[in-house]
């Protein structure tokens, strides 16, 4: 377990049973859950298998939340994705980021965009070197956290998500940071360990190696190997990413219960309804 996050979710309010960070291994073995080969990133919230065990002896239930990238869905990948039943799509890019890749909307499904970066489009400076990328992305997890425009889209977000009935998608641009905080923020409400929690989150890695490999293939080709090995951490899920915004939730707001309710604005009745919907 990583440091300060045992005493940071145990003190959520979810529980009060200590998290000892004990909840097993997590693979990528995805029998169970739908693949979805043209979107980056697509899973259950839920995790594999029967679904992720809560420290209190229950089960997250699958078919209720699913997270990915963007919805750049083929034909065949679009009506296996409408076999969901999804009612809700909620796209959290930025204006841009639509703009280049706009969603293909499941079927029977309700279009929602949170602009969660409240930018018109991600920045698009590179690092100089691979400590700079890890600086910027612990700085961009930290935002989640702190950040303004950030509260407010997530706060909106995850009252939809307590609210409204039926299986719902949110994603990102590659389903890697934004979706990885959403999902992260979810399975603490859910009371999962928190290194159940942090497994989850490195699956990216293993969900969007090819497409990681094309990307930074393809700027070897354009930019040069140095520009490639520089950017590589930021097409990566590291686990200090997650860890800064532990840390800055433990700084603003000493619980994540106090995030949810301070931070983001969110009753005690919704994070309640919001579990309800996640273990019940």
Known sequence: MLKGAAGLFALSGFSGTLLTGCGGAVDADTSTTLRIASVENFRDVSGTADGYTTVDGARVQRGRFYRSGALTLTASD?????????????????????????????????????????????????????????????????SFVSGEAQRAGFGALLTRLASTTGAQLFHCDDGKDISGWVAA?????????????????????????????????????????????????????????????????????????????????????????????LVS
Do not use: C, H
């Open 78 to 142: 679009k009506a296996a994705l409408d076999t969901l039943g999804i009612t809700v799509d909620y796209d959290l890019r930025t204006p841009a980021e639509i703009a280049a890749a706009r969603d293909v909307v499941p079927v029977g499904a309700a279009y929602v965009n949170f602009n969660i970066d409240g930018t018109s489009e991600p920045p698009t400076l590179l690092p100089a070197t691979s400590a700079d990328a890890v600086a910027m992305m612990e700085a961009q997890w930290r």
């Open 185 to 277: 923020v979810l399975l603490s409400v859910a009371n999962v360990p928190f290194d159940v929690v942090m497994q989850d989150y490195l699956l990216t890695n293993t969900y969007n190696a090819a497409s990681t490999q094309t990307s930074l293939a393809v700027m070897r080709v354009q930019r040069g190997a140095a520009a490639a090995n520089a950017a590589a951490p930021l097409y990566a899920a590291q686990a200090s990413f997650l860890q800064a915004a532990v840390d800055q939730v433990q700084a603003s707001y000493s619980t994540m219960n106090g995030y949810l309710t301070t931070g983001l604005g969110l009753s005690q009745a919704t994070v309640a309804r919001l579990r309800a919907r």
